[in-house]
């Protein structure tokens, strides 16, 4: 029995030790398993830490010798597992020192497709709060404008297919610095998304949507739409919403020889321009809406010229490329016009819009500019008149001024239909009924003019200047008639003067030879009224002919018929007494 112990004693012994043999080696195969293991995870963090800084400086030495200017990166990041790329923290100098292009992140996500289908496939391509400064050293000149110069000659070679899935810039800004006209341009909050770009998808190409919106110089800043830019029939639409952009900056672009001054206004539109190509003929047609608000013009002495509340145009879609625009309806509100003839004679309005050169008209067969609005309506006008050729000067007001225009266009031939209603002064009544070719008025006119109980004391310059007397009291209305066809004009006037009264006579060169006085107390009636017909014709193609110069004419035949009433009061005594002879 001892001896069967002690052989079992001696087995036991015998595989422990066995045993602890095996558990050595194993100890060993897993420390070697585990240097190997922490070996190779120390190289791929080497790696992982080499191969992005390599791809930084080398990032870096690249675009410092493509621009020639300082160039700093902060981080490149490889993402093996999730197939991306990312370039933190770039900034590129000018040659100021300032920061002409940078951005905080731009993320590139590689598909795995790319390796299966060997062609270029990235997911998503996003670039996070790029900032692009660029500054206008004038004459066309920008201070990155050495970048446009390139000594190497240009590589006909065609893109790679590739497919990109999704574009996004977020929270951009780009700023101009125009040095020569001394403004500063702004796009802030710059967003754009692409859905899909790619070269891969034959002549019809891949329709892309692409979508951006921003503030610009602090108005918002909408477009979207879709464009298929390489199909075989190239088409698309974008519509453009933009809302109170300030235009008064635009008036540092005006040459100083123009003579009109853009003090203020703000422009807003909704606008869609659609194009498309057939047979090699592109069309492309804008339509939507647009608002001018709250603009003021000045002259060149910096006077008021014209001012309103709002402009509203409504378009028809329109073949821009060809010249045409078409108007469903414009409505103008609140317009304010100053009309002041000067001390020389010259009318403020020929100053802003000084008559066309001959050589800069177009030449006969020459397509000029068609636009037609279907309706023109102004709201709560008031012109403001005053002629300061004459002393005193004349002034006066026309006020609450509306008018619908129908049928404008710049067809020939084509007869528009106004109708306008208004007070001249304090409250005398005008309206106004006309058919007629606006753009040519000597053509055709068919009008019927209608005012009440203008005081005539705000023309007293004039009575001083061709009377010789002025105008203490006195109400004019008028009923006329004025017909124009193949150039030749048929006037009627129906004049009114009520309760007239003339001051002490003044000297005046222009002033008729006749006794005024005299011949207004003959033309009155018994209730103090003079009532005259004053019919006119000729021809306004005459070269004395303008319709200031008609106005003027009807005046003087009233003045005319006013100062010779005495004679033909006294020939009609001497014919009555021939006759009892």
């Known amino acids: 029995m001892k001896r069967l112990s002690f052989l079992a004693e001696l087995h036991l012994f015998d595989m422990s030790e066995k045993e602890l043999f095996s558990g050595f080696k194993s ?51 490889v993402h093996p597992l999730s197939l991306s790329l990312s370039v933190d923290g770039l900034s ?88 020569a006209f001394q403004r500063t341009h702004t796009l802030e909050n710059f967003n754009f998304t692409l859905p899909m770009v790619s070269n891969v998808f034959g002549n019809n190409g891949v329709s892309l949507l692409p979508e951006l919106s921003a503030t610009l110089n602090g108005a918002p800043l909408h477009v979207f739409g879709g464009v298929q830019p390489l199909a075989d029939m190239p088409d698309g639409a974008l519509t453009l919403t933009l809302e109170a952009l300030d235009v008064s900056g635009l008036q540092a672009y005006v040459p100083p020889t123009f003579p009109m001054r853009l003090v203020r206004g703000k422009l807003s539109a909704d606008l869609t321009l659609s194009f498309s190509e057939v047979a090699g003929h592109k069309a492309w047609r804008l339509n939507g809406t647009t608002q001018l608000q709250d603009l003021v013009l000045h002259d060149a002495d910096d006077r008021h010229l014209l001012s309103f509340k709002n402009l509203d145009l409504s378009l028809r879609p329109s073949d821009v490329l060809a010249g045409q625009l078409a108007l469903s309806h414009v409505l103008l509100e609140n317009p304010q016009a100053d009309v002041r003839i000067q001390t020389d004679g010259q009318l403020n309005w020929a100053k802003a819009f000084p008559s066309q050169p001959e050589q800069n008209k177009p030449a006969a067969g020459q397509s000029a500019f068609a636009m037609h609005v279907d309706q023109f309506t102004l709201r709560g006008g008031v012109v403001a008149f005053a002629d300061a050729s004459v002393k005193p000067t004349v002034q006066t007001r026309i006020t609450d001024m509306n008018a619908v225009f129908n049928n404008f266009s710049t067809q020939p031939g084509t007869q528009a239909d106004l109708s306008l209603k208004a007070n001249l ?157």
């Open 425 to 581: 002064g304090a409250a005398a009544p005008l309206n106004l009924q006309a058919r007629l070719q606006l753009l040519n008025v000597t053509s055709f006119l068919d009008a019927k003019l209608q005012a009440k109980d203008v005081d005539l004391t705000r023309v007293s310059g004039y009575a001083q200047k061709y009377l010789g007397y002025p105008i203490n009291q006195g109400k004019l209305s008028v009923e006329a008639s004025y017909r124009i066809k193949d150039k030749q004009l048929q006037a009627d006037n129906h004049v009114l003067i009520d309760r007239l009264t003339l001051g002490e006579q003044v000297p005046s060169p222009d002033a008729i030879d006749a006794p005024v006085p005299l011949g207004v107390t003959l033309l009155q009636n018994s209730n103090g009224q003079i009532d005259i017909d004053l019919p006119m014709s000729g021809a306004v193609d005459a070269p004395e002919f303008s319709y200031g110069g008609l106005i003027a004419q009807t005046l003087g035949n009233v003045l005319v018929k006013v100062v010779t009433a005495p004679v033909r009061a006294i020939g009609s005594l001497v014919g009555d007494d021939d006759k009892k002879d």
């Open 27 to 77: 100890w060993l195969t897993w420390l070697y398993v585990k240097r190997r293991m922490a070996f190779v995870f120390l190289s791929c963090l080497l790696v992982m830490w080499a191969v992005p800084q390599g791809l930084r400086w080398l990032l870096v030495q690249q675009l410092q010798h493509a621009l020639k200017r300082e160039v700093m990166v902060q981080a490149v990041q």
């Open 92 to 179: 590129v100098k000018n040659a100021e020192g300032g920061e002409f292009v940078g951005w905080q992140r731009l993320t590139v996500d590689v598909s795995a497709q790319s390796f299966r289908q060997g062609v270029l496939v990235l997911d998503a391509l996003t670039l996070q709060s790029p900032r692009v400064s660029v500054t206008h050293l004038g004459q066309g000149r920008f201070d990155f404008s050495d970048l446009l110069v390139s000594d190497k000659p240009e590589s006909a070679t065609g893109l790679s297919p590739f497919v990109l899935r999704k574009v996004s810039i977020l929270d951009g800004r780009v700023s101009l610095d125009d040095q």
